[in-house]
Structure formats: C-alpha cells, structure tokens
C-alpha cells in the first residue's frame, strides 16, 4: 500500500528555519510574534497547492528582507527554486534614500515584476499579500483611518493603488480562493 501522507520534510525545516530567523521579533503595530505572518501566508498558499518548495518558499518569504540571513543562506539550505521564489518576494533597496522615501519606487518595481513572473512565483506573493490586506482590514475595523500610521507611507490611497495594482498583477490566479478574497477585501476596504 502506498503512502499516502505529504512528504513535509523541506517545509519543516523551512518552518523552522523561518522561526528561529524571526525569533524575538514581533510584526509591527501587532504585539504578536512576527512568525505568525509567515505562517498564515503559507495556510493561504495551502489552500492552492501542496508543492513543498513553494510551501516552503512561502514560511521563508520575509527570513532576506528581514533578517540577517541571505538569499545565499536560503539557496544553501533549501535550493535554487526556493531561494529564487524568495528572491523574488524580497523588498529592493534603493540607495540614499530611506524606506518612506522610496516606498512608492520599491512597491512599482515589485507590482511590474510580480505582473512578469511564473504562476508559482505568484502564488507564493499571493500569501504574503492577502496576509498583509486581511491585517489591513482587520486593523482599518478596529482602528479606522488611524491604521494608515502604522505605515512607512501613511496615505491610504497609496495603499488603494498598490492593492488595486498587486490584484492586476495577479493575473492567472483568479480560479483561486486566495486570488476571490484579495478582491473582495478591496472593496470591503476602499469600496
């Protein structure tokens, strides 16, 4: 009789890769541990596939852009598909100017590469990005505008283009229950 259980090994060295990397720092404005982000994004990307490296990509996604491990350390530890999934899910950085000041630039830059990538690299984004809006909603019902402070940009409009733009981008994945949800929480958002 053949084994019917999901091979997880590489997600769980992944998971707890991403957990001891995002040890004893908290996800901003939330007071919970910053594991719990990664963790729901993955529980998103579950809902449309089961392949390990992208369940693994996904845990992994924040572990380059915040933290001190590389995309060097990923591709040592989990491959070439993984470490590029996350590549492609890290911030960029622009020289000489800080993080509000180059907000906008980053977030064009991520919203026309995500509009290029492969199906699976978007997936993987979807997680990160549903995540991030089912926070925003949840916050924006609690707190109202004052949600937008939490933000290196403040203005919720920005955030409205970069959502709208980011549902845009994610071509392809419409058939998908994460891909119904992003669009709704726009409109439950920003109308």
Same mark, same amino acid.
């Not at 926070?135 to 933000?151: C, N, P, S």
């Not at 940009?153 to 229950?177: C, I, K, M, N, V």
């Given at each position: 009789?053949?084994?019917?259980?999901?091979?997880?090994? %590489?997600?769980? /060295?992944?998971?707890? #890769?991403?957990?001891?990397?995002?040890?004893?720092?908290?996800?901003?404005? /939330?007071?919970?541990?910053?594991?719990?982000?990664?963790?729901?994004?993955?529980?998103?990307?579950? &809902?449309? &596939?089961?392949?390990?490296?992208?369940?693994?990509? &996904?845990?992994?996604?924040?572990?380059?852009?915040?933290?001190?491990?590389?995309? =060097?350390?990923?591709?040592?530890?989990?491959?070439?598909?993984?470490?590029?999934?996350?590549?492609?899910? !890290?911030?960029?950085?622009?020289?000489?100017?800080?993080? !509000?000041?180059?907000?906008?630039?980053? /977030?064009? #830059?991520?919203?026309?590469?995500?509009?290029?990538?492969?199906?699976?690299?978007?997936?993987?984004?979807?997680?990160?990005?549903?995540?991030? %809006?089912?926070?925003?909603?949840?916050?924006?019902?609690?707190?109202?505008?004052?949600? *937008?402070?939490?933000?290196?940009?403040?203005?919720?409009?920005?955030?409205? *283009?970069?959502?709208? =733009? %980011?549902?845009?981008?994610? !071509?392809?994945?419409?058939? &998908?229950?994460?891909? /119904?949800?992003?669009?709704? %929480?726009?409109?439950?958002?920003?109308?």
């Amino acid at each position: 009789m053949a084994n019917k259980f999901l091979n997880t090994d %590489l997600f769980d /060295k992944a998971l707890i #890769f991403a957990t001891k990397a995002h040890a004893n720092t908290e996800r901003r404005g /939330k007071a919970y541990p910053y594991i719990i982000h990664p963790m729901e994004a993955v529980a998103i990307v579950a &809902t449309i &596939t089961n392949d390990p490296e992208l369940l693994a990509a &996904t845990v992994l996604h924040d572990v380059v852009e915040d933290t001190d491990f590389t995309e =060097a350390d990923i591709r040592k530890e989990f491959g070439d598909r993984v470490a590029d999934l996350v590549a492609l899910e !890290s911030d960029i950085v622009v020289e000489n100017m800080g993080e !509000s000041e180059s907000w906008k630039a980053r /977030k064009q #830059f991520a919203i026309e590469r995500l509009s290029k990538v492969s199906r699976d690299a978007k997936i993987v984004a979807i997680g990160d990005k549903l995540s991030n %809006l089912r926070a925003i909603q949840r916050d924006y019902e609690a707190q109202g505008e004052k949600v *937008w402070e939490l933000f290196h940009a403040p203005e919720p409009g920005l955030h409205e *283009w970069r959502y709208r =733009a %980011l549902l845009q981008a994610f !071509s392809g994945l419409e058939d &998908t229950a994460p891909y /119904k949800e992003f669009a709704e %929480l726009i409109k439950k958002i920003w109308g």
